[in-house]
C-alpha cells in the first residue's frame, strides 16, 4: 500500500468528521463557509473528493454548490421520514466506505429525536465493512432511554452481545434504573443478568439500581434476597442503597429486615445516626416502640450519637404509645445531650400534652418556644386550640384565635372544627353557629368531620329538626356524609320515637351508597321494636345479614327484646340459637329481657327458678321453662 493511500484512509474519515460536525452545528450554508478552515476544505477538496451522489459534487466543495453541504442533514431527514428530504438512497452509498463510530456518534448527537437517530443506527450497522463499537451503543441507548424507548434498549442490548461488544456498568445501571422506574422488573433482571454474564465487575451502583427496582415493584422478599447474594459475592452496595431499603422495609412492615440489614452496616462499618433514625422513626409510626428504644440503647452503645431527628421520632412514638409523661421527660434529655429542639420537635410535644389533656404544661412550652423565638405554625395553634376544647374551655380557645392571625398563621378547617365541636360539646349552639359561619366567611369550608361535630351538637340539645336541615345543607355544599354522620340523628329521633324520620334517614343513606354500620341497624332495630313495628325489625335484621353487616350482642338483645315482649318466645330462643351459632355469646341482659318475656306470659314460676341459685347465663334451664310453658 503506497503511503498516498495509507495516508488517504486514515485522514479522510477524520476530516469528513470535521467537516460533518459543522455542517450540523451550523443554521446555514453561510456559517459553514465561514466556519471551515480554508486550508482544510482546500485540501479535502482538492485531494480527497468523495462523491456523494451522482453528480460529480464533493463533500467539501462549499464554493460550488449548495447540495453538498446540504447533505448529512438531509441524510437524517431521509432516515427521520421527512418529506422534504431530497436525499435518496443512492447517495447513501457514498457514506459506506467512510463510516466511523465516531461520525456515526456525532450524527446521534444532532439527531431530531431517537427515533430518527434508531433508524440512521440501524442503517449504519448493516452496511459492509463497518461495525458500531461501545462509545456508539452507549450514545444511542442514552438517547433511547431520554426518549423512554425502553423496549428498543432491551433489542439494543441484545444486538450488543452478538457484536460482542460490551457496556460499562455505569450504563447498564442507568438502563436498570429506567426499567424499574416504569415497572419493567422482568427486564431490569434480564439486563442485569447480562452484566454478570458480561464478565464484568458488578459494582454497588448497579447492585442500588436493581434493589431500587425490585423494592418499587414492592418484591420486598426477592430484594432481600439478592442483597444477601450481592453480600455473599462481595459486593457491598452503597449507604444509599442501605438507607432505600431499610425505609422500604419499614413501610412494609418488614422490621426483621430492616433490623438485620442495620447489622450489616455496623458490620461494615456504614451505619450511622441516619440510618438508625429511619429505623427508629418506621418502628416508632408502626407502634413497635420497644424495638425502637432498643435500637436507641444499641445507639448508644456504637458511640453513635443521636441527632434532634432521632429523639423527635421517639417522643412521637412515646406519646402514640399512650406514654405522655416518658414522652415529656425525653423531650427534656434532648435539651440535657445539647441538642436543641427544632419547631417540629416543639410541634410533637405540644400536640401530645394536648392530647393528654396536660394542656397547662403545653403552654408552658409554647411560652418557651417563643421565646427562643421559634414562630408557632398553624399545627401548634390548632393542637392548643383543641386541647382546651377537649378540657371544656371553648372561649380560651377562641380567644387564641387574633394571636394565632398575628403570628403570620391563619385558622384552617382542623382549627375552626376544634372550636365548633368546643362549643357543642359545652352546649353553647349559638357561639358554635358563630365560629361556624365566620369560618365560611374567611373562605374556610367546612368538611364533613365540622358537619359531623355540629350535627352531634344539635342532636344531643335535642334539636333534631335543625340538624336534619344542617345534614340537607352539608349534602348541597357537595360534603358527603358518612355513617357517622347518621348515626347521631338516627339515634336521637328513634329515642324521640320519631321512628318514622329516622327510617326515611336511613333510606337516603342507601340512596347516596352509603354503608350502614351496626351500630346504625341496631338503633333502627330497637326504635321499630319499640314502635311496635316488629316485622319492619326482623327484615330490617335479615338485610342487615345480607349486607354483611355482623350484628351486636345489642343488636341481638333488642330483637329478642321486641320477640318477648309481642309473646313470640319460640321465635326469641331461636334467634338465641342463632345468636350463639354466630359465636355471639349472650350477656345478662339477652337472659333479662328473656325473663321479662315469660314474666308477660305469667310465668313468674319459672322465672323464680332462674333466680335461685342460677346465673343469668344458664341457657338450659331458660329453655326448659319455654318448653314446660308450651306443654
Known amino acids: 500500500m503506497s503511503p498516498f493511500t495509507l495516508l488517504r484512509k486514515r485522514l479522510v474519515p477524520t476530516l469528513i468528521l ?28 482538492h485531494h480527497f473528493c468523495i462523491p456523494l451522489q451522482k453528480e460529480s459534487h464533493c463533500f467539501c466543495s462549499m464554493k460550488e454548490s449548495n447540495t453538498c453541504s446540504t447533505t448529512i442533514i438531509e441524510v437524517l431527514r431521509y432516515f427521520g421520514g421527512e418529506q422534504s428530504s431530497t436525499c435518496s438512497a443512492g447517495a447513501l452509498e457514498a457514506f459506506v466506505s467512510y463510516l466511523v ?19 440512521f443506527f440501524k442503517w449504519a450497522g448493516e452496511q459492509n465493512g463497518y461495525q458500531h463499537d461501545a462509545h456508539a451503543y452507549k450514545k444511542l441507548l442514552e438517547l433511547l432511554i431520554d426518549a423512554q424507548l425502553l423496549k428498543e434498549v432491551k433489542h439494543i442490548v441484545a444486538a450488543m452481545q452478538s457484536d460482542s461488544c460490551e457496556l460499562d456498568p455505569k450504563t447498564f445501571s442507568t438502563i436498570i434504573k429506567c426499567y424499574g422506574r416504569v415497572g419493567m422488573i422482568k427486564e431490569a433482571l434480564e439486563v442485569f443478568a447480562l452484566l454478570q454474564e458480561s464478565g464484568s ?6 447492585c442500588g439500581s436493581l434493589l431500587q427496582a425490585l423494592v418499587k415493584a414492592k418484591m420486598y422478599h426477592e430484594a432481600f434476597i439478592k442483597f444477601q447474594e450481592f453480600l455473599s459475592k462481595g459486593t457491598v452496595p452503597k449507604a444509599y442503597t442501605f438507607y432505600m431499603l431499610i425505609h422500604a422495609f419499614c413501610r412494609a412492615g418488614k422490621f426483621n429486615e430492616a433490623s438485620d440489614l442495620l447489622k450489616v452496616m455496623n458490620s461494615k462499618k456504614l451505619a450511622n445516626v441516619v440510618a438508625y433514625s429511619a429505623v427508629i422513626d418506621s418502628l416508632c409510626e408502626a407502634g413497635k416502640l420497644e424495638l425502637a428504644l432498643w435500637h436507641f440503647k444499641e445507639m448508644g452503645e456504637n458511640h453513635c450519637r443521636p441527632n434532634v431527628f432521632t429523639y423527635t421520632s421517639l417522643v412521637k412514638g412515646m406519646f402514640k404509645a399512650g406514654k405522655p409523661d416518658e414522652a415529656f421527660e425525653l423531650f427534656k434529655q434532648m435539651g440535657h445531650d445539647g441538642l436543641q429542639p427544632s419547631v417540629v420537635s416543639y410541634s410533637t410535644v405540644i400536640h401530645g400534652l394536648c392530647q393528654n389533656g396536660k394542656t397547662d404544661e403545653a403552654f408552658k412550652l409554647f411560652e418557651e418556644m417563643k421565646t427562643k423565638k421559634y414562630v408557632p405554625n398553624v399545627f401548634i395553634y390548632s393542637s392548643l386550640l383543641t386541647g ?20 403570620g398563621c391563619m385558622p384552617n378547617v382542623v382549627t375552626y372544627t376544634a372550636l365548633v365541636d368546643g362549643f357543642c360539646k359545652a352546649n353553647k349552639l349559638e357561639k358554635a353557629f358563630e365560629v361556624f359561619e365566620e369560618m365560611k366567611q374567611k373562605g374556610c369550608r367546612p368538611n364533613f368531620i365540622t358537619y359531623s361535630a355540629f350535627i352531634h351538637g344539635l342532636c344531643k340539645s335535642k334539636k333534631f329538626d335543625e340538624a336534619k336541615e344542617l345534614l340537607d345543607t352539608m349534602r348541597a355544599a357537595g360534603c358527603l356524609p358518612d355513617a357517622q354522620t347518621y348515626s347521631p340523628l338516627v339515634d336521637g329521633l328513634c329515642h324521640a320515637n320519631r321512628t318514622e324520620e329516622a327510617v326515611e334517614l336511613f ?44 350484628p351486636a350482642v345489642a343488636t341481638y338483645n333488642s330483637l329478642i327484646d321486641g320477640l318477648s315482649k309481642a309473646g313470640k318466645m319460640h321465635e326469641a330462643y331461636k334467634l338465641l340459637d342463632v345468636m350463639r351459632s354466630n359465636n355471639c355469646q349472650p350477656d345478662n341482659t339477652t337472659f333479662q329481657k328473656l325473663f321479662h318475656g315469660l314474666s308477660l306470659q305469667g310465668m313468674r314460676a319459672e322465672k323464680q327458678n332462674h333466680l335461685n341459685g342460677q346465673p343469668y347465663g344458664t341457657y338450659a334451664l331458660t329453655r326448659n321453662s319455654h318448653a314446660a310453658a308450651n306443654g
Do not use: W
Open 18 to 45: 470535521q467537516t460533518a460536525r459543522v455542517v450540523l452545528r451550523a443554521s446555514s450554508v453561510q456559517q459553514v463557509n465561514k466556519s471551515l478552515n480554508p486550508i482544510n476544505a482546500g485540501c479535502l477538496h
Open 101 to 119: 463510530p465516531e461520525f456515526v456518534i456525532e450524527a446521534l448527537n444532532h439527531a431530531k429525536d431517537a427515533t430518527t437517530a434508531l433508524s
Open 201 to 206: 465487575k458488578v459494582n454497588a451502583q448497579a
Open 388 to 407: 382546651l376544647c377537649k378540657g371544656c374551655k371553648p372561649d380560651e380557645a377562641y380567644s387564641l384565635l387574633p394571636a394565632m392571625v398575628q403570628d
Open 507 to 550: 333510606q337516603s343513606m342507601l340512596n347516596d351508597n352509603i354503608c350502614p354500620d351496626t351500630a346504625i341497624y341496631t338503633m333502627l332495630i330497637d326504635g321499630l321494636c319499640k314502635s311496635g313495628l316488629l316485622q319492619e325489625s326482623i327484615g330490617l335484621f335479615q338485610d342487615m345479614e345480607k349486607n354483611h353487616c355482623v
